[in-house]
C-alpha cells in the first residue's frame, strides 16, 4: 500500500514539472530572424540567447532553411549559433551488415559561435522583434 503511495506521489511530481517546465515564462518575448554564413542560408541548426548577467534562463529556437523564431527572456545576451547541413547518409549501426541509413550533418559554422568565451555575437532583447538577423563568416578563428 505504501509504495503505491509513493508511486502516486512522484507521478504527480513528474507531471507537474512537466507541465509547468523550468522557469519563469510568461517573462519571455519571441525573437525571430534569419542566419546565414557567407552570404548562404544555414540550412538546419539551433541558436542560443545566454543571458550577459547569467540571472534569466537561456532561451532559443531552431533555424531551418536560414530563418529561425525563439523564446527568450529580455536583457543583454550572449548568441550561439550551431549550423549544420545535409551531406548524404551513413549506416545507423557501423559494421552492421543491412543497417537502416541515417541522415549524416556537416556542422558549417566555426565552433567559435557555438562557445559562450569565444562568440562575437550579442544582443539586446527588450521585446518581441522580427528581423534579428546574423550575418556569420566561416573565417572566424
Given at each position: 500500500m505504501r509504495t503505491f503511495g509513493y508511486a502516486s506521489i512522484a507521478l504527480a511530481l513528474l507531471t507537474l514539472a512537466s507541465s509547468t517546465g523550468c522557469g519563469d515564462k510568461?517573462?519571455?518575448?519571441?525573437?525571430?530572424?534569419?542566419?546565414?554564413?557567407?552570404?548562404?542560408?544555414?540550412?538546419m541548426g539551433k541558436?542560443?540567447?545566454?543571458?550577459?548577467?547569467?540571472?534569466?534562463?537561456?532561451?532559443?529556437?531552431?533555424?531551418?532553411?536560414?530563418?529561425?523564431?525563439?523564446?527568450?527572456?529580455?536583457?543583454?545576451?550572449?548568441?550561439?549559433?550551431q549550423g549544420n547541413k545535409l551531406i548524404g547518409q551513413e549506416p545507423e549501426y557501423e559494421g552492421v551488415p543491412d543497417s537502416p541509413m541515417r541522415d549524416k550533418y556537416?556542422?558549417?559554422?566555426?565552433?567559435?559561435?557555438?562557445?559562450?568565451?569565444?562568440?562575437?555575437?550579442?544582443?539586446?532583447?527588450t521585446e518581441s522583434q522580427e528581423g534579428l538577423d546574423f550575418e556569420l563568416t566561416k573565417d572566424l578563428k
Open positions: 510568461k517573462n519571455e518575448v519571441t525573437v525571430s530572424g534569419k542566419v546565414t554564413i557567407d552570404g548562404e542560408p544555414i540550412e541558436i542560443s540567447f545566454i543571458a550577459a548577467d547569467g540571472a534569466t534562463p537561456t532561451g532559443g529556437g531552431v533555424i531551418k532553411d536560414g530563418a529561425y523564431v525563439a523564446t527568450v527572456a529580455p536583457g543583454e545576451k550572449t548568441v550561439l549559433i556537416e556542422m558549417v559554422t566555426p565552433k567559435a559561435y557555438n562557445a559562450e568565451h569565444l562568440t562575437p555575437l550579442k544582443a539586446s532583447i
